[in-house]
Each structure stands twice: as structure tokens, then as C-alpha cells.
């Protein structure tokens, strides 16, 4: 791992060529350098430096990278082969990547840098694959140049690998890369009749013949296509870090997605876990005025990349600093949901973030952008690159982030979740294809709901990849539609040996390929549950209309339903028709719970009191206790761990004071021996609290 030269990187996006002004770098570095900041990350982009093919204009990064030096900044080389040169793009013109349609992606302007080179909803991908060989050496030129350069420069610190972990699904099928697809294939199954029975196509004649999917269907061609596209583009991540490497070993390799695994996973290649699996540092963007100012939103983001990082350090590498202007997102929503970006905005939003794990931080600009439709937005600076009661705010964050007091606060981590959510990436894909026609979003809706569920309740749920199941013992699956027969069986085996277990309806209904089981619950669960399918109903558009009553209380379902019959297990629930909605059983040495629609989908619409009395109930099940109580449903609770001791965080998000009481799980009131962050009247002693508005209490425990 390499060493990180101070204690919380703290900074900002800083050049993006078009911006901001030369004239006004070296005053902006040095305003940066005495307001704490300590980090910056630059667009080092293909399409700028490379004018000519082998003729490189360093200068203006060079200027840079020696201000950083100067002023005690360290930088993140943010690598952008994605941005095309004008020069590249006509000469591999038979390397353009191509829509589903055939169109070719142009080379475009860039949203967020006024620089050309750039493709259209391209995500990370850009204008010309990197599976043609000559793109690839020529990218690969311009990556070994780059850290030619600047290895063992002062001011480095190391390259952000790729900006926003994902990819446009509706590319790419460009020759070569359908070339690959087949050698991909080819690897997979062998021989064209094992193909053949694996696709339900029968008259492959040559490996030529096979074309990519130009539906998006569920059939186990287009659940292949998806397989190839990741590895395809996590491989080219790949490529990248192992020619910066063979440069410069000691440099720090990072990246960052969108936490956009939950629920771009399979659409758009948000794989997060991956991602993480190949840098030392991830990190996560994640916008307000985009995505929406509601606490559980922030939590989501911070509590997916702590899980995607699997213990590893990871940043906020992109907060929102400022206002957004005229951009679709915010149209039609409310001033106060991160429209406007207040200094109590960045307080609470930055503060979330290092709460729910994150040990570093960005902002996404320095400073707006002066011209492109991105003009004005994000910047905790001026226009002009004044000081702002915004950046005033990120200011005292940063230095007391890096104030030697802090460091045992710092180190310590959150405490794992009391239950996991159970991410099955065949799941999400299987939904992707099942649900693009009639444009459902009932795994997103699900999965959040769910989230919300536990959060509301004031649970720390964490995303809990199927991979690392064996590290918690009470899981919630909200929405598992399809499991391979490998997964059906360690989950099988991950309940028998002691696990706890709810699952929403339809566990595992598609497996192998998507292939229906003809007894369900499929691939064995069905013991694993204690029942067997009575009737199925998919009708998602009017699932809000199912209701089952547990424990005399009437709640909304949402999704699917499917009923029972019970063999070995016990009934808990019916529906309001009178069929059977929940069993509960045992399994070798472990206990399911199987709920036979998605209440998760009826809460994440309704937000219900009988829906969030549900989500108890799951928690109840699991005989487990909460790692603190609170009277206060509006305030967010979460507690740390380290060296020195056990840290409690309490979050308020609104824009109200607000009071209670916190307990820990026994019914013990906590008590704070020492404050890390306490504003105006903020206290807690005795289990009793008080805090502003947006604003945060951190105290060490007595």
C-alpha cells in the first residue's frame, strides 16, 4: 500500500484546461494551501496534451504539478485516454465504437471541460475502443509518456485510473470488439455446439457468425454480452494501471465510481466491487443536486463504497461544493434539495461521509467552470476564485480533518452493520433484461427500499456482496429474482451452517442461464425455505395492491407475489386473499424467512408506518440487537470503532434542532467523554443530545 503523505487527503478538482484562468493559478493554489487543502486532482487528458501524434504540450500540466510542489499540495494524475484526440479519431477511423445501431459515437466537447475528444454518454469508454490493437498501443504511448514524466515529481501523488467506473450500455459494437466477443466465447464454451445448446442457436456455422445482441432481452446471450462487457472494459482498467506500474511502482493507484452499483451494476458496468478489487484507494461520486438531498442517500453512498472497498481506504472524490444551474436534474425540484449548495450543506454532506467511513474528500471543482452548460456549478469558490462562506466551511473541515487531535478519530472505522443486504449481481442483470420493455424499476426500488427499511429504523444495513457472505450471519435479500446454481447453493450452505436469513419472493425463480425452475423455490431452496410454490403472479405495475397481514398489521407489498405451500416450515402470514405470504423455517442450523412479494418496493413508494414497522420485525427475527436506540427517528446514529476507544457520530440532516435520547443496544444510555465536533449547544450526557440544524456531534465515548 502505498504511504499517504497526511492524514485525510482534502481537496479538490482543480484544472481542467479550459479552466480555471492562468492568470489565476498561482493565487489559487495559494489560497488552497492556507485554507487546508492539501490534495488536487487534474484532468490529464488525451485529447489535450497529444496534439500531434507524438508531439506532447506538457506546459501547462507541468505549471501545475510544480505549484503543487511549492504549496504543499499533492496531486492525482486523473488519466483521461477516454478523450480522444481529433488526429486519432479520423486516423482509427475504423476503431470508432459503435451503438447497437451501427451510428458511430462522435467526438464531441466535453461537458465537464470545455475540450474536445470526448464521446456522448460514454461513461469511461470514449469515442475509439481499446480492443483495435492500434488504439491501444497508442494510448498506451501516451499513458507511459505521462508517468515518464512526472515519476518521482514532489507534487505527485498518484493517478486516479479511471474517472466514473462505468460505461453506456448501448456500446460498443465496433469489428473489434466483436472480434473479441467471439475469442471471449470461444474461451467460454469451447466449441460451437456447446454454444449452440447454451444459446438455443442452432446454425452457427463459423465463430464469425455470432454478432452481439442487438436486444436487450432476457435470453443467456445477452447475459453473456453483459459478462463480456465488463470484463472487456475492467480489463482495459486494467491495462492502464499495469502501464502506469511499469513506470512507476511507488505511486498510488485510485479510481472512483458513481456508487452506482445499486443499480447500474449490469446497465451501465457500476461495478464497485471490482472496481475497488484493482486500486488502493476507491472512491465514490455522488452529487446531491443529481441525485437528491435526503440523508438515507448520502448514508446509501458512503455505506455501497465502504462495502465495495472490502476494508480498503475510500474518498468522497467528488462532493458537490456549489450551486447547479439548468441542468435536467434539478429542473422542477425544490430550491432546498442541493440546488443551492448552503455552508451548512457542505458541513452535514461532508461530515455524512466521513460517518459512514470515507477518509478522504474532493470536491468535484475548486472553482465553477466559466463556459459549457456546466458553467457556475459545484465550485465552493468564486467565479473569480474569491473565498465564499462555502468555502469558508470546507476550509475549517479540511483543517480539522488534518489537526493532530483528530488522528484516533480518523482511524477508527464504523462497526459492522447489524444485518447485510445481499447483492446478487445475476440478479440485477437478469432484472436489466427482464424489465427494459415495460421500463420497471423494481430492482432499483427494492434494494433502496430495503436500505431505507433498516435506516428508518435506525439499522445500519450494509451491501453485502454474495461473494462475502460468510463475514455476517443475518442477511435480507431483497430482491433475488435470479441465482446461479452455484450461488443458491452457498447461500444454501451459508444458512445450514448457522446464517439467518429473509428473502423477499421468487429466490432464485431464473437460474442457470435464466431458466425457470420447474420446482421453486429453485435449486434447492425450496428445503432451504420449507415450502414450495403455491401460485406466482408478475405483475409489477400493479403491485402496490398486495397486501398481507403480519402481526394483525396490514402492509403494502409491491413487485411480484408468490404464495405457498408449506412443507417442513411454519406459517406466519397470509395475504389479503387468504393465500399464504411468509414462512419461517429451519435449516440445518440456520433460520429463513420467506416473504412472498417486495415490501421493500411498497416502502420505498409509501414510506408507510406499517411498512417500517415491517423492516422491524425482519430485524426482530434475526434475534440480533441494534447498536444503538434512539428516541429521534430524524437523527442518524453511527458508531466507530478504533484503538482509543468507541466514537458515536449523530447526524442531523434537517434543517430543524433536534433532541433525544441514545442508548446502546442493551437499554444503556451513552455518554461522551470527550468532543471531536460539537456545535452551538450540541451535547450528549446521560443518553440524553442535542444538535443544530445540519449539523453534527462527534464524541469518543466514556
Known amino acids: 500500500m502505498t504511504k499517504i503523505p497526511m492524514q485525510t487527503p482534502f481537496g479538490a478538482v482543480y484544472f481542467r484546461k479550459s479552466n480555471p484562468p492562468r492568470e489565476d493559478w498561482e493565487r489559487d493554489y495559494g489560497v488552497a494551501a492556507e485554507d487546508g487543502l492539501n490534495v488536487f486532482r487534474h484532468w490529464f487528458m488525451w485529447s489535450a496534451i497529444e496534439r500531434r501524434p507524438g508531439f506532447y504540450d506538457w506546459e501547462e500540466y507541468d505549471r501545475q504539478m510544480d505549484l503543487a510542489a511549492e504549496n504543499g499540495i499533492k496531486t492525482i494524475i486523473a488519466e483521461l485516454t477516454h478523450t480522444v484526440p481529433d488526429w486519432a479519431y479520423r486516423k482509427f477511423a475504423h476503431a470508432r465504437q459503435m451503438r447497437a445501431d451501427g451510428s458511430e459515437l462522435p467526438a464531441i466537447m466535453g461537458v465537464s471541460a470545455a475540450t474536445g475528444g470526448f464521446a456522448p454518454n460514454g461513461g469511461g469508454a470514449g469515442s475509439l ?205 425544490d430550491k432546498e434539495d442541493g440546488r443551492v449548495a448552503e455552508p451548512e450543506d457542505i458541513r452535514v454532506w461532508s461530515l455524512t461521509s466521513f460517518a459512514g467511513g470515507a477518509r478522504g474528500m474532493l470536491n468535484l471543482r475548486y472553482r465553477p467552470l466559466l463556459d459549457g452548460p456546466l458553467f457556475g456549478a459545484f465550485g465552493s469558490y468564486g467565479m473569480d476564485g474569491s473565498r465564499t462562506p462555502r468555502s469558508d466551511m470546507a476550509s475549517t473541515i479540511a483543517k480539522w480533518t488534518n489537526a493532530p487531535e483528530q488522528k484516533p478519530l480518523l482511524a477508527a472505522k464504523p462497526v459492522k452493520g447489524e444485518i447485510g443486504i445481499l447483492v446478487a449481481p445475476e440478479a440485477q442483470a437478469w432484472d436489466y433484461l427482464l424489465s427494459r420493455e415495460g421500463n420497471y424499476e423494481t430492482y432499483r426500488e427494492a434494494m433502496w427500499g430495503a436500505y431505507r427499511g433498516f435506516f428508518d429504523n435506525g439499522i445500519q444495513a450494509d451491501w453485502v456482496h454474495i461473494e462475502d457472505i460468510d463475514a455476517y450471519d443475518a442477511l435480507y435479500f431483497p430482491y433475488p429474482i435470479m441465482l446461479t446454481s452455484e450461488n443458491a447453493k452457498k447461500l444454501a450452505d451459508w444458512v445450514e451452517a448457522g446464517g439467518t436469513l429473509v428473502s423477499e419472493a421468487c429466490p432464485g425463480y431464473f437460474g442457470d442461464r435464466g431458466k425457470v425452475g420447474t420446482v421453486q423455490p429453485n435449486n434447492g431452496l425450496d428445503a432451504v425455505f420449507g415450502v414450495r410454490e403455491d401460485e406466482v403472479e408478475f405483475m409489477p405495475d400493479i403491485g402496490d395492491r398486495i397486501r398481507f397481514t403480519l402481526d394483525g398489521v396490514s402492509t403494502t407489498g409491491g413487485g411480484f407475489l408468490q404464495s405457498y405451500i408449506v412443507t417442513e416450515g411454519s406459517e406466519l402470514a397470509r395475504f389479503a386473499d387468504g393465500r399464504i405470504a411468509i414462512v419461517e423455517n429451519t435449516f440445518g442450523e440456520g433460520r429463513t424467512l420467506l416473504v412472498g412479494t417486495h415490501p421493500s418496493v411498497g416502502y420505498y413508494r409509501d414510506q408507510s408506518e406499517a411498512g417500517k414497522r415491517y423492516f422491524a420485525r425482519c430485524f426482530a427475527f434475526t434475534g440480533k440487537t441494534a447498536h444503538t436506540v434512539t428516541s429521534n427517528p430524524a437523527v442518524q446514529v453511527r458508531l466507530h470503532e478504533g484503538e482509543d476507544g468507541r466514537y458515536l457520530w449523530l447526524v442531523n440532516a434537517t434543517r430543524q434542532p433536534q433532541t433525544g435520547t441514545v442508548t446502546d443496544g442493551e437499554g444503556k444510555p451513552l455518554t461522551g467523554a470527550e468532543n471531536h465536533w460539537a456545535g452551538d449547544g450540541a451535547f450528549l450526557k446521560d443518553g440524553r443530545f442535542a444538535l443544530p440544524p445540519r449539523d453534527v456531534l462527534i464524541v469518543r465515548l466514556a
Open 129 to 333: 475502443t481499446m480492443n483495435c490493437p492500434e488504439v491501444k498501443e497508442a494510448a498506451g504511448a501516451f499513458l507511459t509518456a505521462l508517468a515518464t514524466r512526472y515519476e518521482g515529481h514532489p507534487g505527485l501523488l498518484g493517478y486516479d485510473v479511471w474517472n466514473e467506473c462505468n460505461y453506456a450500455p448501448s456500446v460498443d459494437y465496433n469489428p473489434h470488439t466483436k472480434a473479441a466477443f467471439r475469442v471471449w466465447l470461444q474461451e467460454k464454451y469451447g466449441d460451437l455446439d456447446t454454444l449452440a445448446k447454451a444459446w438455443y442457436r442452432y446454425s452457427y456455422a463459423e465463430w464469425d457468425d455470432i454478432e452481439p445482441p442487438r436486444q436487450v432481452a432476457p435470453y443467456p446471450e445477452c447475459l453473456d454480452w453483459l459478462d463480456f462487457k465488463r470484463e472487456n472494459y475492467y480489463g482495459q482498467m486494467q491495462f492502464r494501471i499495469d502501464t502506469i506500474r511499469a513506470v512507476d511502482s511507488d505511486c498510488l493507484i485510485a479510481a472512483h465510481g458513481v456508487a452506482g452499483a445499486i443499480p447500474d451494476m449490469a446497465a451501465r458496468g457500476s461495478d464497485d466491487w471490482l472496481a475497488a478489487s484493482k486500486v488502493e484507494v476507491y472512491g465514490y461520486t455522488f452529487v446531491h443536486a443529481r441525485k437528491g438531498n435526503q440523508s438515507w442517500r448520502s448514508f446509501y453512498a458512503a455505506d455501497l463504497n465502504r462495502a465495495a472497498a472490502r476494508g480498503k481506504p475510500f474518498w468522497h472524490a467528488e462532493r458537490q461544493g456549489g450551486p447547479l444551474w439548468m441542468q435536467p436534474q434539478v429542473v422542477g425540484r
